[in-house]
């Protein structure tokens, strides 16, 4: 059975092979835009869900037996839900903004059991965490933007990388802000009767 990441962020790859497994990478194509636009009113943790979800169906045809995770984060902040920024004055003034405030990461997985080319099995859910923002100067913002990550990632801010210099905290599972929890896959394994100690290799 194969395990299989929905996603082409190096950063969840990493965090799944520093935890033992080596998933197979496939990338959806979904259109994150069109599916939030046509959820209208949705509460943030089903947003970031409904993403999760499109991500793993998107590439779970292409296997026949096989466990496939998909994952989307986004930041809660100000009462807005926003995920990477569009361009270098976006990251930049969102930076601003949040600079010694604080939002929570949601990140959403949805977990697909296939079986038979089917889809047989599904378990999902959220982690929230919290982000304790410090207060970066205005040339230390500017020199973090010209850098490019803040534009490739959620809420422009990275916790593993150059970003973790501007985080004070985080109140939550640290992983989960690196784009998948640890803790949370475990558990949604579990329902699908899966032992996370399965998938680790050269065990």
């Not at 026949?64 to 989307?72: P, Y």
């Not at 990275?158 to 896959?185: A, E, K, Q, R, Y």
Request: net charge negative; with cysteine; proline share 4%.
């Amino acid at each position: 059975m194969l395990f299989v990441l929905a996603s082409q962020s190096p950063a969840r790859l990493g965090v799944l092979r520093a935890a033992g497994t080596d998933p197979v990478v496939r990338v959806s194509g979904v259109d994150e835009d069109a599916i939030i636009a046509g959820l209208g009113e949705a509460k943030p943790v089903d947003v970031v869900l409904a993403l999760a979800e499109a991500k793993a169906r998107e590439v779970a045809g292409e296997f026949e037996d096989a466990l496939v995770i998909g994952c989307d984060s986004m930041l809660h902040f100000g009462g807005e839900l926003v995920g990477k920024p569009a361009s270098a004055e976006v990251a930049r003034e969102r930076w601003r903004r949040m600079a010694g405030g604080s939002g929570e990461l949601l990140t959403g997985h949805a977990l697909l059991r296939v079986r038979g080319g089917e889809v047989v099995g599904v378990a999902a859910g959220t982690e929230g965490t919290v982000i304790r923002f410090g207060a970066p100067s205005e040339a230390e913002i500017e020199a973090y933007v010209a850098t490019g990550e803040p534009l490739k990632v959620a809420g422009a801010f990275t916790l593993d990388g150059l970003g973790g210099w501007f985080v004070d905290g985080v109140d939550g599972d640290p992983s989960s802000v690196i784009g998948i929890s640890l803790p949370l896959l475990r558990r949604l394994l579990g329902e699908l009767g899966v032992s996370v100690a399965s998938l680790w290799v050269n065990r």
